[in-house]
Antibody, heavy 119, light 106 residues
């Protein structure tokens, strides 16, 4: 059974960084890439970045290009998303999602990690 | 940048057919996917590659993609279908989501 289990809620101050983890089970991280999507309160889904297997590079949404870093630890099958220089409007639920290889959809999602930016 | 446009809300009576559209320039040349999200839950994939259903998704949910519009159709709508629905496509190496449509079953 495929599962994506994310780390717990975080409260951060403006200007700080946050690192969210996503541990996968039921398959290995080397098989299928993880992407990151966020959702501000009452808003829609917003893609942040992920590992593109077609060229072996990590790609980021232009909006987050300078502040987000997506990494993986294949020894523990855990993916990470780090967002720096946090602002109040970064308060959101952050999801990891599994992309099928050479496909254009996400077939499994984590439970979400709430990041609250507050002074 | 590429954009996908959805109506903010759609209302339907129980048992009737709900249609949710997703518009984007030459969308027919891209694969469209659809996700259902209920309050407090993570999104789940309900349609991929325009019209395919993952295992466990009922046949009364169907998708199509033609011209500039992808369409999610829910036949025999049930109260449990009340949720937010998002379309999604790819533009080069980036992921695009529509703004979401809230389906209300009256």
């Amino acid at each position: 059974q495929v599962q994506l289990i994310q780390s717990g809620a975080e409260v951060k101050k403006p200007g700080a960084s946050v690192k969210v983890s996503c541990k996968v089970s039921g398959y290995t991280l080397t098989e299928l890439p993880i992407y990151w999507v966020r959702q501000a309160p009452g808003k829609g889904l917003e893609w942040m970045g992920g590992f593109d297997p077609e060229d072996g590079e990590t790609v980021y949404a232009q909006k987050f290009q300078d502040r987000v870093t997506v990494t993986e630890d294949t020894s523990t099958d855990t993916a990470f998303m780090e967002l720096s220089s946090l602002r109040y409007d970064d308060t959101a639920l952050y999801y990891c999602a599994r992309r099928q290889l050479f496909a254009y959809f996400f077939d499994s999602w984590g439970q979400g990690t709430l990041v609250t930016v507050s002074s | 940048s590429y954009e996908l446009t959805q109506p903010p809300s759609v209302s339907v009576s129980p048992g009737q057919t709900a249609t949710i559209t997703c518009s984007g320039d030459k969308l027919r040349h891209r694969y469209a996917s659809w996700y259902q999200q209920k309050p407090g839950q993570s999104p789940i994939l309900i349609i991929y590659e325009d019209k395919k259903r993952p295992s466990g998704i009922p046949e009364r949910l169907s998708g199509s993609n033609s011209g500039n519009t992808a369409t999610l159709t829910i036949s025999g709508t049930q109260a449990t279908d009340e949720a937010d629905y998002y379309c999604q496509a790819w533009d080069r190496r980036t992921v695009i989501f529509g703004g979401g449509t809230k389906l209300t079953v009256l």
